[in-house]
């Protein structure tokens, strides 16, 4: 018997308010498991699909029972939620790419092997397809729960990797540079891009296949061999006038261009590249 139970919303409000909206509202329950969703992270549906059996929701205030208890609630309430469900099952996990295990203390003081997954996914919508072919990284208080995780990832279409406690925050962000800080990146080219007549729907749909063959790229290549541009190959006049086109447009990025800037010298310098003389004022 698997129990999926409550992963890390952005706020308590916003999970208490999927709860009521997305898992009450449609009562949606399943034999012997629970699952409320973290941002849509492990929805009841993904879980049953990949063959395991789903009971609940379990909202606030109710204790679960079953074979495994996988928390879904913000990284500030994990130890609050392990506490609430001490002793309800012999496996009790959490979703958080941040939190260590020790968040889940109480539970496992209760007896409990405790263990962590967290799928290395940006997710808007649905987790059922978004979720096959991620990472998913893993860890357990025990070989028995980094197993029951490493499971859970794989009947999910993941591909679980050990993560230590003590690599938690340099995994995570790592994982907030390559999706989060992209997102900050484009919404400042589109800023930027306003300067030759585009409004920010033109400049998505312009760039986008930009950045999907770039990201292939980097994925495919490695960094050097994928970087291209005036940085790439030295043209120190192109950087100089995209740069006064920065301070024109978004003087507010000229900072972070200059960073970037620095940056992507040193990687194209790391290959062998002509090296551009600096152009920051």
Known sequence: ?????????????AWDNRVRSYWVERETYFDR????????LFDAAAIRAAGREVRGPVTRGHVPTGDLVL?????????AAAAAV?????????????TPLAALEPAAAAGAAVFGMHPLQTLTGAATDALRGAGCAVAGSTPAAARAASDLARDLGMRPFAVADDQRAAYHAAA????????????????????AGLDADQARAL????????????????????????????????????????AREAPDLLAVFDTLLEATRHLAASRGAPALAGVAA
């Not at 986008?208 to 291209?228: F, I, K, Q």
């Open 176 to 195: 907030s540079v390559a999706s989060n800080f992209l997102v900050t990146l484009e919404h400042a080219a589109e800023r930027i891009a306003a300067g």
């Open 1 to 13: 018997m698997t129990t999926v139970h409550p992963s890390n919303a952005e706020t308590a409000r």
């Open 71 to 79: 928390l879904c609630v913000p990284d500030a309430e994990i130890r």
């Open 207 to 246: 760039l986008a296949p930009l950045v999907r063959t770039t990201v292939e790229n980097w994925a495919r290549l490695g960094p050097r061999d994928a970087l291209t541009g005036p940085v790439a190959r030295g043209d120190e006049a192109t950087v100089s006038a995209q740069r006064d086109a920065v």
């Open 33 to 40: 498991a629970m699952a409320v969703p973290h941002q849509r």
């Open 86 to 98: 001490a002793g309800a099952a012999p496996l009790v996990g959490h979703v958080s790419g941040a």
